[in-house]
């Protein structure tokens, strides 16, 4: 079980990679699919989950709970390139508004809900939800950017098959940290998140796939 971590642990650095640059060098090429609101808000949905991570290790610092944490400060300081660097090229458009306000209006729903409950914002579950929502929206909405602009041309192939790879494996490396420790409501939040990661970056392949020539 340790290994099988460990060969996790270092394919998560390595994809992250893997996935950043060619996209990184896609933006100076192309950036018809692509909307600012996407990487915006996945910094979001890092940030959540960073300190989910971060939770999880101060419940029990166990090696693989820190490996999860690295993880995922990698991929925070990654994407806050592909940010930068979107914010350079890319336009805001007038249609990026709605998904920013789904993304408020989802956020009223979660934390009313989350009171409702008697959890604050801070509860791990509650925070799982933000996270996935801040995942889903830009990447459902990127799905129908890319119907709508006629193609995806500024994503990069490595980049679309790399999201899949890196999110199921991060879900598999959970599964691993969760076998040897157990469970607790960070990493169940973190399952909630990745999870929808994963369904809403099928939806937006689908339409890579479908509509770029």
């Excluded at 910094?43 to 989950?49: C, D, P, T």
């Excluded at 939040?189 to 479908?210: D, K, P, Q």
Aim: with cysteine.
């Amino acid at each position: 079980m340790k290994r099988i971590a460990e060969i996790l642990f270092w394919f998560q650095i390595v994809m992250a990679w893997v996935y950043t640059v060619p996209q990184a060098c896609k933006l100076f090429e192309s950036t018809q699919g692509i909307t600012i609101v996407l990487f915006l808000l996945q910094m979001a949905f890092l940030v959540f989950n960073l300190s989910l991570a971060i939770g999880a290790c101060k419940n029990n610092p166990s090696r693989e709970r820190k490996q999860t944490l690295l993880i995922y400060v990698n991929w925070t300081f990654l994407i806050g390139v592909l940010f930068a660097i979107a914010l350079m090229k890319v336009t805001w458009k007038n249609s990026d508004w709605l998904a920013v306000l789904a993304t408020v209006i989802g956020t009223v729903v979660v934390v009313l809900i989350g009171l409702m409950s008697k959890l604050s914002y801070k509860d791990p579950i509650i925070r799982g939800l933000l996270s996935c929502l801040y995942k889903a929206v830009p990447q459902f909405y990127l799905g129908w950017f890319i119907w709508h602009s006629g193609g995806g041309a500024g994503l990069a192939p490595v980049m679309v098959w790399a999201g899949h790879i890196t999110a199921l494996t991060r879900i598999a490396q959970i599964g691993v940290v969760i076998k040897k420790s157990g469970w607790d409501r960070n990493l169940a939040g973190i399952v909630l998140s990745e999870s929808g990661n994963e369904l809403s970056w099928t939806f937006a392949t689908v339409m890579w796939l479908v509509f770029t020539r």
